[in-house]
């Protein structure tokens, strides 16, 4: 659950934090807890994924269309975060949306 929730970092540390946190806590704790390993590289594969579709809208802000799409994406990641952090609490993977798969 803290793999999914410390990609919350990325509001007190855009582009960066998000990604940053959930790869820190997957990388400490895998070899403690080898059921983290999935859930850590959903959360960083999803957390890089959303970096990229918020700098695609952050750019389509001079067309105009970002100034829409940027909060939609916003909204979105935290709702996903929310999600897969209440399934992974509950023993359950949730395979993020729209996610890109980076790390396998």
Same mark, same amino acid.
């Not at 582009?15 to 990388?27: C, S, Y």
């Not at 952050?58 to 940027?70: K, M, S, W």
């Not at 916003?74 to 929310?82: A, D, R």
């Not at 509950?90 to 980076?102: A, M, N, T, V």
């Given at each position: 659950? $803290? !793999? +999914?929730?410390?990609?919350? %970092?990325?509001? $007190?540390?855009?582009?960066?934090?998000?990604?940053?946190?959930?790869?820190?806590?997957?990388?400490?704790? &895998? +070899?403690?807890?080898?059921?983290?390993?999935? +859930?850590? &590289?959903? %959360?960083?594969?999803?957390?890089?994924?959303?970096?990229?579709?918020?700098?695609? !809208?952050?750019?389509?802000?001079?067309?105009?269309?970002?100034?829409?799409?940027?909060?939609?994406?916003?909204?979105?990641? $935290?709702? !996903?975060?929310?999600? %897969? %952090?209440? @399934?992974?609490? +509950?023993?359950?993977?949730? @395979?993020?949306?729209?996610?890109?798969?980076?790390?396998?």
């Amino acid at each position: 659950m $803290l !793999c +999914h929730l410390s990609g919350l %970092a990325g509001y $007190l540390v855009p582009l960066v934090g998000n990604i940053l946190g959930p790869f820190l806590v997957w990388q400490i704790k &895998k +070899h403690q807890m080898p059921s983290i390993e999935p +859930h850590g &590289k959903d %959360a960083v594969n999803f957390q890089i994924s959303v970096s990229i579709y918020a700098i695609v !809208c952050a750019v389509l802000i001079v067309v105009g269309i970002g100034v829409l799409l940027l909060p939609i994406v916003g909204l979105f990641g $935290l709702v !996903c975060l929310t999600v %897969a %952090a209440v @399934k992974a609490n +509950h023993g359950e993977r949730w @395979k993020y949306p729209l996610s890109i798969r980076f790390l396998q």
